[in-house]
């Protein structure tokens, strides 16, 4: 499968235009490693000809070798142990006399390996001859050893930079679907993207020449296989960390569609495990709950691992196949393993049982967790289990100032249960409407993202309607935002 230039439309016309212009300034070409430096510079000079234009390509050896750069291009009987400033001067002459009077593009790519001298060489060729320096150099690389090589031309009459940025993720979409001939989901584009940052190499390197391999149609658009498990995945180890904390940053903002796609690599790279709460999750929110529970089930009975995911399994199981009797044993049982979160546990369950049709159970779980004292971690499903219980009595007042410490205590938890947020905020609107506070119901409901049916605003709905049918709250909140 080729893989296509896209882009650098700007970038390419300027290089173009440079060295179109006379006596134009030297052209250095940053940008970081694997941007495609020396590819947007050749795709410029192809589309460049004339009968007196000649490109000489000059090769750093890592600065070891005085003259280096420009030995290969200099008689054989150069001597490179003269005076400096004798033997650059001898350079350029001798290099002038080989081209004879024809216009020079001298294209050093990589040139922080280049020698001193040989760059000074460069230099004067720039200012005696008809000769453009045009230059590549990654940025964040050290020059080899000695003066950094380009300082000499950094103060040159019209020295320009050209900084090549990464593919944004409209760009990463033509590269893959010019490989796979067709268009690709949205969403398996903005992970790719968000994984690789947008660096072509890093892109090339990851999905390499098998992509066709690990997509599948869906609604005429390619995206991963979510089916397609193990071995696949070419990321090193620092790679790996990345595709992790971009999961999680994509749980974080409820970008449901990158999570899912990005779970899809992890589980590709053999690191399932470690996105395993994002994974679960998403497939909740997506109703497939069964499916998170087999994805679940897969993980093993380690005890990190099991004490790690028992709250999403919980989750799994009350909301999403109507087993809250089972989610509420989970829970104290983990409780009773992981000493640390024990109360943050034992306050998840009180509000699974509130939520699921069991609200004198509820309180009677939250009585016991007063008496154990206060804990922070605890306080934000304690305080939503308590606005539960309320709602459920028919006490929408009192429901809303538990709504609103709960919204408080629920920015420390974002990472961990980010659909919490929006879940809350629509029961707090219901809670209003109930309590008669139609003005106060209105202003939450205008501010939260202006009623629009993003990401948030549709997690709230989701969850809504999973606990919907076992107790009515936040209709009124769905209709009111609508």
């Not at 230059?135 to 103060?155: E, H």
């Not at 796979?180 to 890093?202: F, K, S």
């Not at 009975?301 to 919980?314: H, K, L």
Request: net charge negative.
């Amino acid at each position: 499968m080729p893989w296509h230039f896209v882009g650098r439309t700007e970038q390419v016309e300027r290089i173009r235009a440079t060295v179109a212009r006379a006596h134009a300034g030297p052209l250095l070409i940053t940008g970081e490693p694997g941007v495609g430096r020396t590819t947007a510079l050749r795709r410029a000079l192809a589309q460049v000809d004339g009968p007196d234009l000649e490109v000489i390509h000059l090769h750093p050896d890592g600065g070891l070798v005085p003259f280096g750069l420009v030995l290969p291009h200099l008689p054989e009987d150069f001597v490179t142990t003269e005076p400096l400033g004798v033997a650059v001067r001898k350079a350029v002459d001798a290099f002038l006399d080989r081209v004879e009077g024809r216009r020079v593009v001298l294209v050093v790519d990589d040139a922080h390996r280049a020698d001193h001298a040989g760059m000074l060489v460069v230099r004067d060729l720039h200012r005696r001859g008809d000769v453009l320096p045009i230059i590549t150099r990654p940025t964040g690389v050290s020059p080899a050893p000695g003066p950094d090589p380009l300082d000499c031309l950094r103060y040159e009459r019209d020295f320009q930079i050209l900084c090549l940025p990464p593919l944004n993720a409209d760009e990463v979409g033509a590269v893959l679907g010019g490989v796979l001939g067709g268009r690709v989901h949205r969403a398996t584009t903005e992970a790719l993207h968000a994984v690789t940052g947008g660096n072509p190499r890093a892109l090339h390197d990851l999905v390499g020449e098998r992509l066709a391999d690990d997509v599948v149609l869906d609604g005429g658009a390619w995206r991963f296989n979510p089916c397609r498990t193990g071995g696949r995945s070419t990321f090193a180890a620092e790679g790996i960390t990345a595709l992790v904390e971009t999961t999680h940053r994509a749980w974080r903002e409820l970008a449901l569609d990158r999570a899912e796609e990005l779970c899809c690599l992890a589980r590709w790279s053999g690191v399932e495990d470690r996105v395993a709460e994002v994974l679960a999750g998403v497939l909740l929110l997506r109703g497939r709950a069964g499916e998170a529970l087999e994805f679940l089930d897969s993980l093993g009975r380690d005890e990190p691992t099991w004490s790690r995911v028992a709250p999403v399994r919980a989750l799994v199981l009350a909301l999403g196949l109507g087993r809250p009797e089972e989610a509420g044993e989970l829970l104290r049982l983990a409780g009773g393993t992981n000493l640390q979160r024990r109360r943050h546990l034992l306050a998840m369950r009180a509000w699974l049982l509130a939520v699921t049709g069991s609200p004198t159970e509820a309180f009677a779980s939250l009585d016991a967790l007063d008496r154990g004292g206060s804990d922070h971690e605890a306080a934000l499903f304690t305080r939503a289990a308590r606005a539960a219980v309320e709602l459920a009595v028919g006490s929408p007042a009192i429901a809303v100032s538990h709504l609103r410490r709960a919204l408080i205590a629920v920015r420390a938890q974002r990472d961990d249960v980010p659909w919490m947020e929006p879940y809350l905020t629509a029961c707090l609107i219901d809670a209003l409407l109930l309590a008669g506070r139609l003005t106060e119901a209105t202003a939450v409901a205008g501010d939260f993202h202006g009623g629009k049916r993003d990401n948030a605003w549709n997690v709230a709905v989701t969850l809504t309607e999973l606990v919907g049918h076992r107790m009515p709250i936040a209709g009124g909140a769905v209709e009111l935002a609508s």
